[in-house]
Structure formats: structure tokens, C-alpha cells
């Protein structure tokens, strides 16, 4: 198979995943983080979201509902009034996937959403070195220029075991491990 038919499969994988845990370094519209979520197919999610400079929120997702645990750096950073910082900083907020809040942290939460993104971020593809990541033997897919990669297993099923690069990743790469496929 060509690296963009790997990457096509793994993506594809990722899409159809019951479950999946992703954690490490990612960058969205030049915003830098940090996360750390175990994802659930048709469910929700659960973890963590450190943006640089903004603090960090704890969010639970189960079907339309979002609960938000951030902490004060975070509230300031999206405009609650200081009155309010010390009734809801450290405390859970109820919330709606359908909120303008919720809408934009439960994106996060669903595997397939998760893997469109990336597919988006992925353009001509060549096979990189062999590796070994936790365990599973795995190809690396990349652009010629090296900027952007994919670590995929060697297996079957091809699974995403990590993604590093300028446009996906920053400062190191997501790692995702727990897979479990319907």
C-alpha cells in the first residue's frame, strides 16, 4: 500500500473507534495546549484541556451534556467577571454541547470528529523509518518535508499510535493508545 492509502485505513480506523485515549502537545488556530482525553464513539469524553497562557479545564461530556471544571486563569481568560471567579473557579459548570462554551470543548470528544481533523491536516504522504511505540510495531508516515508525520501500526487494521508536526502537534506529538473498535 502507498502511504496515503495507510494513512487513508488508519484514519479510517480512527473513525469507527468505540474508544480511544489521546495525550500530548496539539495546536488549533494558533492556539498551543495541552490534552489528555479518553474519547467515547457516540458518548462523550473525558479529561483535560491545558491551553498556554489560559489555564486549564477538566471536562466531562456525556451525550448533550458538558460538565466544566476549569480554574480561575481559565474563567479570566474568557471574560467572567472577577465577582464571579471565586463561585466558579474549581467548580463544576452544566452546560449543552449545543452552548456556544460547550459546543467548542465537546469537538474534543468524539473519535470520528477527531480524525476528520486530521485528515484535514495531512496532504502528500511518504513512508518514513520503523519504529516501535508502546509495544506495537509502527510505520511513520510523513510529508516529503518532514514537518508533519503519523506513526501507524503495522498491523491488519492500521491504528494511529502517534502524530507529531508543525500543523498537528507542537513541541512533541499525540499519543493514542486504548483503542477499541465496534
Not at 463544576?92 to 462554551?101: G, H
Not at 507529531?164 to 483503542?179: C, E, M, Q, S
Request: overall charge positive.
Amino acid at each position: 500500500l502507498s502511504a496515503a492509502q495507510i494513512a487513508g485505513k488508519a484514519i479510517a480506523n480512527l473513525k469507527t473507534a468505540s474508544t480511544v485515549h489521546v495525550a500530548g502537545p496539539t495546536k488549533d488556530a494558533g492556539q498551543t495546549g495541552v490534552l489528555n482525553m479518553s474519547l467515547v464513539h457516540g458518548k462523550g469524553c473525558q479529561g483535560t484541556l491545558a491551553l498556554q497562557g489560559k489555564g486549564s479545564v477538566l471536562l466531562v461530556v456525556i451525550g448533550k451534556l458538558t460538565w466544566i471544571k476549569a480554574d480561575s486563569l481559565f474563567l479570566k481568560s474568557y471574560g467572567v467577571e472577577p465577582a464571579a471567579l471565586s463561585i466558579l473557579s474549581g467548580k463544576y459548570i452544566k452546560t449543552t454541547t449545543n452552548s456556544a462554551f460547550g459546543s467548542g470543548l465537546s469537538a474534543f470528544c468524539d473519535p470520528s470528529e477527531l480524525a476528520s481533523g486530521i485528515g484535514d491536516h495531512i496532504g502528500r504522504l511518504v513512508k518514513g523509518t520503523t519504529t516501535t511505540i508502546s509495544g506495537h510495531p509502527a510505520l511513520q508516515v510523513r510529508d516529503p518535508t518532514g514537518s508533519d508525520s503519523m506513526y501507524v501500526s503495522i498491523s491488519a487494521q492500521p491504528r494511529i499510535l502517534r502524530l507529531g508536526g508543525g500543523r498537528i502537534a507542537t513541541g512533541g506529538h499525540l499519543v493514542f493508545t486504548a483503542y477499541l473498535c465496534r
